[in-house]
């Protein structure tokens, strides 16, 4: 889902929320993995989503999306030889879709409590069963007016390159601002304070966010 | 400790070449076999007529119709509804002091055409009340429910639960509904149950489902059948042996009493009656439609007595079997057929309803003991004292 098509949805949810997109299944300090509902509606990665429980709002870049089998013990085949479209897949073989899962997985990047906004790791990590929204334009707008969430995803450890998930995380922010390009270059300026000692790969990131 | 199978691989050699040695002897009768088909199929009134006078040491397909009838398949319909049922159970374990049993019936509903969709359910079910555990007799007689009994009862659960689903589907698509194994409860007639095992199985159960099947079949598009993967059946090879028995009238006792493979028909002997299709069909047909004289269902099916076909896929020969009110009805039959070659080409080589039902009733060795310890743990909670076996107790915590 792009972030133009958040900024023309209207809320589904009564209080304001987001599109509701998946749900906790697995959690912990500074992560949380989720399930889609629909298998195909994964958010973006670098995309900023929530949850929320009676303490507040959780903030969260999505940086890993998978779609697999529910069961372990059973591998996805190729159906489609004789096919001309994917879609004619699904439509053949209609029980695919109660087969599979979409998880995306999700490194905290702040909370807000009330109307505070803090980027560093909340006391408490998002409960199991909690729902995930994508935030809307104006809560991406103001979760990244400071860009101190950055350093939690560039010392991430996690199996996808952080620097890829802070260039995407980035692009996707940019829209929500009324100059994406002024962002941008701020973003830069946050990276190059960041990566003064590592010229290559400031160097790298920088062209990532074009 | 496990299984030494360095003690095993001479063995395995010795059965290799035992296999290898009977495999040119086996196609000398196969040729014969398929020869002898051929023209008996030409005079199909004798026949008959000779398998309605015979007496005979096996069971005999009865036939319906000339036996080299080979059939392709129509065109599948477009928009249908296939849903499949199977079921798993967990048995009584006589070492621990609850006494149930679990059926899991699982469910696979898969719609094709211009609103495909899928449901995939279970419906686990426990048994323990004591009505429910055992078979009571109108005289106080109990046959308790397990083992081999268990397993006929959850047969006929898959049964049940399909009439439940036809009953709420209402559909106005055709469909086929489909069950894995025989339709004929051979086991009950084998073990000489008592007749009010058989009451309450087959005559009050599934035949009672089996009938309300056909009633829906009456008001929408519905064919019931079960397919059989790898049949091991030989009722149709027993038929080619009536047809070159020499004697009049046929009489296994009383003519060839003692002469184990010195009888004239043991020339197709060791066949299968897959054996003989796997040569005749071509991939996508199938054979003529026969049926099943065993005497469990000449004795109680009615109208309900099973037919069945053989169907020829692309790796293997399936035995397919329907009720007499589907195989009387030539669109049904069609309509079986077709669905079922989909089906398989769909769920590459066997049907894909049938193997997701599967996936949702299968209950494996850890499913069994998470029961067994839930039961546990909920009749401590209520201060309910367990015992179980020494020996149960003794596999659990295995020491040295």
Same mark, same amino acid.
């Given at each position: 889902m792009?972030i133009?098509e958040?900024?023309n949805q209207? @809320?589904k949810v009564?209080?304001g929320?987001?599109?509701?997109?998946?749900?906790?299944?697995e959690t +912990?300090?500074?992560?949380f993995t989720?399930?889609?509902y629909?298998?195909?509606?994964? @958010?973006p =990665?670098? +995309?900023?989503?929530?949850?929320?429980d009676?303490?507040g %709002?959780?903030y969260?870049?999505?940086y $890993?999306v998978?779609?697999?089998?529910?069961d372990?013990?059973?591998r996805v085949l190729a159906r489609g030889?004789?096919?001309?479209a994917e879609?004619e897949?699904?439509?053949?073989?209609?029980?695919?879709?109660?087969?599979?899962t979409?998880?995306?997985?999700v490194?905290?990047?702040?909370?807000?409590? /009330?109307?505070s906004i803090?980027?560093?790791? @909340?006391?408490?990590s998002a +409960?199991i069963?909690?729902?995930?929204?994508?935030?809307?334009?104006e809560?991406?707008r103001a979760?990244t007016?400071?860009l101190?969430?950055l350093?939690?995803?560039?010392?991430?450890r996690? @199996?996808?390159?952080v620097?890829?998930v802070?260039?995407a995380?980035?692009?996707y922010?940019?829209?929500?601002?009324? &100059?994406?390009n002024?962002?941008?270059?701020?973003? *830069?300026?946050?990276?190059a304070?960041m990566?003064?000692g590592e010229? $290559?790969? =400031? $160097?790298s990131?920088?062209?990532?966010?074009? | 400790?496990?299984?030494d199978?360095?003690k095993?691989?001479g063995?395995?050699?010795?059965l290799a070449?035992?296999i290898k040695?009977?495999?040119?002897e086996?196609q000398?009768?196969?040729e014969?076999?398929l020869n002898t088909?051929k023209s008996?199929?030409?005079d199909?009134?004798?026949?008959?007529?000779k398998?309605e006078?015979?007496?005979t040491?096996?069971?005999v397909a009865?036939?319906k119709e000339s036996?080299?009838?080979?059939q392709a398949?129509a065109?599948?319909?477009?928009?249908?509804i296939v849903l499949?049922? &199977?079921?798993?159970?967990?048995d009584v374990d006589?070492?621990?002091?609850?006494?149930c049993f679990?059926?899991?019936?699982?469910m696979a509903?898969?719609q094709?055409?211009?609103?495909p969709g899928?449901q995939?359910?279970?419906?686990?079910?426990l048994?323990f009340k004591d009505?429910e555990?055992?078979?009571?007799?109108t005289d106080?007689?109990?046959?308790p429910i %397990?083992g081999?009994l268990?397993g006929?009862?959850? *047969?006929?659960?898959?049964?049940?639960w399909?009439?439940e689903?036809?009953n709420a589907?209402?559909?106005?698509?055709?469909v086929?509904?489909?069950?894995?194994?025989?339709?004929?409860?051979w086991?009950?007639a084998e073990?000489?149950y008592?007749d009010f095992?058989?009451?309450d199985l087959l005559?009050?159960?599934?035949?009672?489902?089996?009938n309300?099947?056909k009633q829906?079949?009456?008001?929408?598009? !519905?064919?019931?059948a079960?397919?059989i993967?790898?049949?091991?059946s030989?009722?149709?090879? $027993?038929l080619?042996r009536?047809?070159v028995?020499?004697?009049?009238?046929?009489?296994?006792d009383r003519?060839c009493s003692g002469?184990? %493979?010195a009888?004239?028909c043991d020339?197709?002997?060791g066949?299968?009656d897959?054996d !003989?299709?796997t040569?005749?069909?071509?991939p996508?047909?199938r054979?003529?439609?026969?049926s +099943?004289?065993?005497?469990?269902?000449?004795?109680y099916y009615g109208a309900n007595?099973?037919?069945?076909?053989?169907i020829?896929?692309?790796g293997e020969?399936?035995?397919?079997?329907i009720?007499?009110?589907?195989?009387e009805?030539?669109?049904?039959?069609?309509?079986?057929h077709?669905i079922?070659?989909?089906?398989?080409?769909r /769920?590459?080589?066997?049907?894909v309803?049938?193997?997701?039902a599967?996936?949702?009733?299968?209950?494996n060795?850890?499913?069994r003991?998470q029961f067994?310890? !839930?039961?546990e743990?909920v009749?401590?909670?209520?201060?309910?004292?367990?015992e179980?076996?020494a020996?149960?107790?003794?596999?659990r915590a295995?020491?040295i």
């Open positions: 792009d133009k958040v900024k209207k @809320p009564k209080g929320f987001g599109d509701k997109i998946g749900e906790v299944i +912990s300090s500074a992560e989720a399930q889609c629909k298998l195909t509606e994964a @958010p =990665l670098g +995309s900023l989503v929530k949850t929320q009676k303490f %709002e959780i969260g870049v999505v $890993n998978e779609t697999h089998s529910l372990p013990g059973r030889e004789n096919m001309k879609e897949i699904f439509a053949a073989n209609p029980q695919l879709s109660k087969l599979l979409t998880d995306f997985r490194l905290l990047v702040g909370h807000v409590e /009330g109307k803090h980027h560093y790791l @909340p006391p408490k +409960s069963h909690s729902f995930v929204y994508i935030c809307r334009l809560e991406v979760f007016e400071s101190d969430f350093s939690l995803i560039m010392n991430a996690i @199996p996808v390159p620097d890829e802070a260039g995380c980035i692009r922010t940019s829209q929500a601002h009324s &100059d994406p002024a962002f941008l270059i701020k973003a *830069g300026k946050e990276l304070y990566l003064s010229v $290559n790969r =400031l $160097n990131l920088l062209k990532r966010l074009k | 400790m496990s299984l199978l360095s095993l691989v063995q395995i050699v010795d070449a035992g040695s009977k495999m040119g086996r000398g009768k196969l014969f076999a088909l008996s199929a030409a199909f009134n004798a026949l008959k007529h398998i006078s015979s007496k040491t096996w069971l009865g036939l036996m080299d009838v080979r398949a065109h599948c319909p477009d928009d249908s499949a049922s &199977d079921g798993s159970h967990i006589r070492h621990q002091s609850a006494r679990l059926i899991n019936i699982g509903q898969l094709y055409g211009r609103n899928a995939l359910i279970s419906f686990p079910s048994y009505e555990v055992a078979i009571t007799s106080g007689r109990q046959i %397990e081999q268990l006929i009862k959850r *047969g006929i659960e898959e049964c049940h399909l009439v689903r036809l589907l209402g559909a106005d698509l055709p086929v509904a489909l069950l894995d194994g025989s339709l004929i409860l086991r009950l073990q000489d008592p095992v058989v009451r005559i009050d159960g599934f035949l009672k489902y089996l309300h099947l829906l079949s009456q008001r929408q598009r !519905l064919a019931v079960s397919y993967s790898y049949p091991r030989t009722e149709v090879v $027993n080619l009536l047809a028995c020499p004697h009049v009238p046929v009489d296994c003519n002469k184990f %493979e009888r004239d020339v197709v002997a066949l299968l897959r !003989l299709f040569w005749l069909l071509s996508g047909q054979s003529a439609i026969f +099943s004289r065993s005497s469990v269902v000449t004795k007595e099973i037919n069945f076909f053989y020829r896929l692309d020969v399936a035995r397919v079997e009720p007499l009110w589907v195989a009805d030539e669109k049904l039959v069609e309509l079986v077709s079922i070659l989909d089906q398989c080409q /769920g590459l080589g066997y049907p309803a049938l193997s997701e599967h996936e949702q009733a299968v209950v060795v850890a499913d003991q067994w310890g !839930l039961v743990q009749l401590s909670e209520d201060g309910i004292y367990l179980s076996s020996k149960s107790a003794s596999k295995r020491w």
